[in-house]
T-cell receptor
Framework: RKEVEQDPGPFNVPEGATVAFNCTYS??????FFWYRQDCRKEPKLLMS???SGNEDGRFTAQLNRASQYISLLIRDSKLSDSATYLC??????????????FGTGTQLKVEL | EAQVTQNPRYLITVTGKKLTVTCSQN?????MSWYRQDPGLGLRQIYY???????DKGDVPEGYKVSRKEKRNFPLILESPSPNQTSLYFC???????????FGPGTRLTVL
């Protein structure tokens, strides 16, 4: 079983749609959680951290469910520029120091006209 | 401009020919790390360094070496590359107490 699992997609959605991705993790001691965005053949970049209470940044909402060990990313009003691969990242370092970041394989999103 | 740089960006080499991929950051970050990214496997950590002269193995260290003689540089060394090391490599850095990592642009390595 993978430590961090994501549906690889692709998710093909029309512009303006709302799309949601889930990510499950196996280590219940995981400390912190993130979503990174990776454009084709480019480096990953932090999209947002995921807080226990849930957090929102413009059209993006991230949520954490520790009991069920999953995190989610919701994108509202999708834009063509949102087309990318979204990586779920889990910090499994028990000290919280970030030395054990485990990356999911990513979910590919394609937003179409 | 704050950034992480890697060189070379693309490299095709042959089995057994030693190579070094350089990584440099200008953000005075303590923590640096190397990852490889392969289809279906995601990013996997090779080595990381908490500070100068402090390095440790990640999840897939076999066949790689690193050094951290200066804070800004963290080269990745393949003493005897093999075809299974064909991959996309990313260097990353961050402040110790901050989880956000900044990645370099990647090095696409092909070992024939």
């Amino acid at each position: 079983r993978k430590e961090v699992e994501q549906d690889p997609g692709p998710f093909n959605v029309p512009e303006g749609a709302t799309v949601a991705f889930n990510c499950t993790y196996s280590n219940s001691a995981s400390q912190s959680f993130f979503w990174y965005r990776q454009d084709c053949r480019k480096e990953p970049k932090l999209l947002m951290s995921v807080y226990s209470s849930g957090n929102e940044d413009g059209r993006f909402t991230a949520q954490l469910n520790r009991a069920s060990q999953y995190i989610s990313l919701l994108i509202r009003d999708s834009k063509l520029s949102d087309s990318a691969t979204y990586l779920c990242v889990v910090n499994e370092d028990p000290t919280g120091g970030g030395n054990k970041l485990t990356f999911g394989t990513g979910t590919q999103l394609k937003v179409e006209l | 401009e704050a950034q992480v740089t890697q060189n070379p960006r693309y490299l095709i080499t042959v089995t057994g020919k030693k190579l070094t991929v350089t990584c440099s950051q200008n953000m005075n970050h303590e923590y640096m790390s190397w990852y490889r990214q392969d289809p279906g496997l995601g990013l996997r950590q090779i080595y990381y360094s908490m500070n100068v002269e402090v390095t440790d193995k990640g999840d897939v260290p076999e066949g790689y070496k690193v050094s951290r003689k200066e804070k800004r540089n963290f080269p990745l060394i393949l003493e005897s590359p093999s075809p299974n090391q064909t991959s996309l490599y990313f260097c990353a850095s961050r402040r110790i107490q901050v989880n956000e990592q900044f990645f370099g642009p990647g090095t696409r390595l092909t070992v024939l």
